[in-house]
């Protein structure tokens, strides 16, 4: 789905959210309550500037807008591959990125992300897994590393890699395996304002998503590792 079509769903066509290149930001008001909006669109590569220009709306909304909630609309192709953004530390940028979204959820405001086209790599790392809650639309594609990749880094086959990933999710992209695997809490289906309205009102403050996971049989040693780490500490 298109970002605008999206907006006017969720929003009304009077949204309000403009779209700058790659990057979208906006301030929208859903059922009376003032919501910023912000993302990125096209696939767009993360570079250091699209880095700093979210972080900018999300301080800003921190600063003058207390406990306003955020949504992130997500379409991404991860971190920009550039020579010029290595040289300027894109790490670093996309570290504080993930690190004002971190400091919006401490201080009181309800992060919600929404992966409505692609999300990829670091770009995704640094946005929806960093929210309160990561929502999907059905037709969304999500991964962290396409298996020919994975296969160079693991030095396994992609034999090996493509059986694996046909019985365990963390193994395969595809959104339905990041739902079973916890880091997306549930998928956007039908009725998108009700969707959000479920998010805004229900999605919990604490990290939930070793234990979703769990549940769900796509991770099932990770939350219990986690409980014998903190017993052991």
């Given at each position: 789905?298109?970002?605008?079509?999206?907006?006017?769903?969720?929003?009304?066509?009077?949204h309000g959210i403009r779209a700058e290149d790659d990057f979208l930001h906006g301030d929208v008001a859903f059922e009376g309550q003032p919501i910023t909006v912000v993302g990125?669109?096209?696939?767009?590569?993360?570079?250091?500037?699209?880095?700093?220009?979210?972080?900018?709306?999300?301080?800003?909304?921190?600063?003058?807008?207390?406990?306003?909630?955020?949504?992130?609309?997500?379409?991404?192709?991860?971190?920009?591959?550039?020579?010029?953004?290595?040289?300027?530390?894109?790490?670093?940028?996309?570290?504080?990125?993930?690190?004002?979204?971190?400091?919006?959820?401490?201080?009181?405001?309800?992060?919600?992300?929404?992966?409505?086209?692609?999300?990829?790599?670091?770009?995704?790392?640094?946005?929806?897994?960093?929210?309160?809650?990561?929502?999907?639309?059905?037709?969304?594609?999500?991964?962290?590393?396409?298996?020919?990749?994975?296969?160079?880094?693991?030095?396994?086959?992609?034999?090996?890699?493509?059986?694996?990933?046909?019985?365990?999710?963390?193994?395969?992209?595809?959104?339905?395996?990041?739902?079973a695997m916890g880091g997306v809490r549930a998928l956007w289906q039908g009725d998108l304002q009700a969707a959000l309205r479920d998010a805004l009102t229900n999605t919990p403050?604490?990290?939930?998503?070793?234990?979703?996971?769990?549940?769900?049989?796509?991770?099932?040693?990770?939350?219990?590792?986690?409980?014998?780490?903190?017993?052991?500490?």
């Amino acid at each position: 789905m298109q970002w605008n079509p999206l907006a006017t769903q969720l929003f009304g066509p009077t949204h309000g959210i403009r779209a700058e290149d790659d990057f979208l930001h906006g301030d929208v008001a859903f059922e009376g309550q003032p919501i910023t909006v912000v993302g990125t669109t096209n696939h767009a590569p993360i570079g250091v500037a699209l880095a700093l220009a979210q972080a900018r709306v999300i301080l800003d909304t921190i600063a003058r807008h207390p406990k306003r909630p955020i949504l992130l609309f997500i379409d991404t192709q991860g971190q920009q591959l550039r020579r010029r953004d290595e040289t300027l530390g894109i790490n670093r940028a996309m570290a504080h990125l993930g690190m004002c979204i971190d400091l919006a959820r401490r201080r009181g405001h309800p992060v919600i992300g929404l992966v409505y086209d692609q999300a990829l790599s670091g770009g995704f790392i640094t946005s929806g897994l960093i929210a309160d809650g990561c929502y999907a639309l059905p037709e969304a594609e999500i991964r962290v590393m396409r298996i020919p990749a994975m296969a160079r880094v693991t030095k396994l086959s992609e034999e090996t890699l493509t059986a694996l990933s046909e019985s365990n999710p963390v193994f395969a992209p595809g959104v339905g395996n990041y739902v079973a695997m916890g880091g997306v809490r549930a998928l956007w289906q039908g009725d998108l304002q009700a969707a959000l309205r479920d998010a805004l009102t229900n999605t919990p403050v604490e990290d939930t998503r070793a234990q979703d996971g769990a549940a769900r049989g796509g991770r099932k040693l990770s939350a219990s590792v986690v409980q014998r780490v903190l017993a052991a500490a």
